[in-house]
């Protein structure tokens, strides 16, 4: 195999990463890693064969993701967080994976396939606190919690809520009641007399910032990957924290240079001429472009890395090719390999150029560009 361009996924630095969040858990909390949106870019069935030893369970945002992970071979329990079209229900069921339920309906798609199968389904209960995505509101989920206890074949295995400000270590108020609403669902099924063994709250920000959170599981994200949730909890995390954590990057994207050529000073370089050379200039053309996951907003301010020197992008990012001011890069040649996001481009500072966010920039890499499992 030859690509074009592939992306170099560090064992070691998602086995550092686990090992620096499982550091600061309380004791018994179980661990997640959430691989959902193609492990955030990352490899799905790649980044799970070299964490599955090492985390309780996996989560997902689709049943197609779970699936994939269980053609794979992959034997953690695996909690699907996003909607599953009630049609489907059977084969959650039949694979024994863990569905996120907010609706009665869904329940009962559960339950009946379960019970057709003289198994049990086991769910999830999403729980409304704030964030106003997926969720039974909280004042309504005791009432819930109670019907679906009822439910033949049907076991209600967790509850949960996601909080809409964790990365904001600024002020915490909304937080608070986030916390607030959910504790007051805990206390109904207490006083209800309903054992749901996994409550949890925290993902990657909130496991990392506040660990009065942690619950029974923590769902860890984007830590996972060695990226920031935001610049203030890496702040909190690094400059104020008295136990400083560090995260590891864990992608490398590279390509290669296929074609090198002079153009004149006073040229005009790619779509809509709007790079004009200021010199006798040496471009060059890598194999990767907006379809690839490379923003078109890099265009005329994005920077590669070849033979450690940095190499501006010239003109506009095209679909599947990108030109390069190589002037400067000594001994460059066709062949050569070009990095566009790794430790000396990483993707906060990508991020910036193109006016968006970390998860972004990683997870929308085309999924068909190879993912390379790398020490």
């Not at 699936?67 to 967080?81: D, F, K, V």
């Not at 954590?245 to 090198?260: E, G, I, Y």
Request: glycine share 8%.
């Amino acid at each position: 195999m030859d690509p074009l361009s592939w992306i170099e996924v560090s064992r070691g630095a998602l086995h550092h990463n686990i090992a620096a969040v499982r550091g600061r858990l309380s004791q018994g909390t179980s661990l997640l890693a959430v691989l959902k949106a193609n492990a955030y870019g990352h490899g799905l069935q790649v980044v799970a064969r070299s964490i599955a030893d090492r985390v309780d369970w996996l989560g997902v945002n689709t049943l197609d993701e779970a699936l994939a992970l269980h053609n794979a071979g992959i034997e953690l329990p695996i909690l699907i967080m996003g909607y599953t079209p009630a049609s489907r229900a059977e084969e959650v069921v039949r694979h024994g994976f863990r569905q996120v339920v907010f609706d009665q309906a869904s329940a009962e798609a559960l339950a009946a396939r379960a019970a057709a199968q003289n198994v049990t389904a086991y769910a999830h209960v999403k729980i409304e606190t704030g964030t106003y995505r997926l969720g039974v509101g909280f004042r309504d989920a005791p009432a819930f919690l109670r019907r679906l206890n009822a439910l033949p074949h049907f076991q209600v295995e967790g509850i949960y809520t996601h909080f809409a400000t964790a990365e904001d270590t600024a002020d915490d108020s909304y937080f608070q009641l986030q916390r607030k609403r959910f504790g007051e669902v805990q206390r109904a099924l207490q006083r209800d007399g309903i054992d749901v063994p996994y409550q949890h709250v925290a993902a990657t920000a909130a496991a990392l910032v506040a660990p009065v959170a942690h619950g029974s599981l923590v769902r860890l994200g984007i830590g996972l990957y060695g990226l920031w949730p935001s610049l203030d909890t890496q702040i909190a995390l690094t400059e104020r924290a008295p136990r400083p954590l560090t995260l590891r990057p864990v992608m490398q994207w590279k390509t290669r240079l296929v074609h090198v050529q002079r153009v004149p000073r006073g040229e005009t370089v790619g779509y809509g001429r709007t790079h004009r050379t200021r010199r006798d200039t040496l471009t060059g053309v890598i194999p990767v472009g907006y379809a690839d996951g490379y923003d078109r907003k890099l265009s005329n301010q994005g920077a590669v890395v070849i033979r450690g020197r940095q190499a501006a992008v010239i003109g506009r990012v095209m679909m599947n090719m990108t030109i390069l001011d190589v002037t400067d890069v000594a001994g460059v040649q066709v062949g050569d390999e070009v990095t566009l996001l790794g430790a000396d481009l990483p993707a906060e500072h990508i991020a910036t150029h193109v006016g968006t966010i970390n998860y972004e920039i990683v997870s929308r890499i085309n999924p068909l560009v190879p993912r390379i499992a790398a020490p």
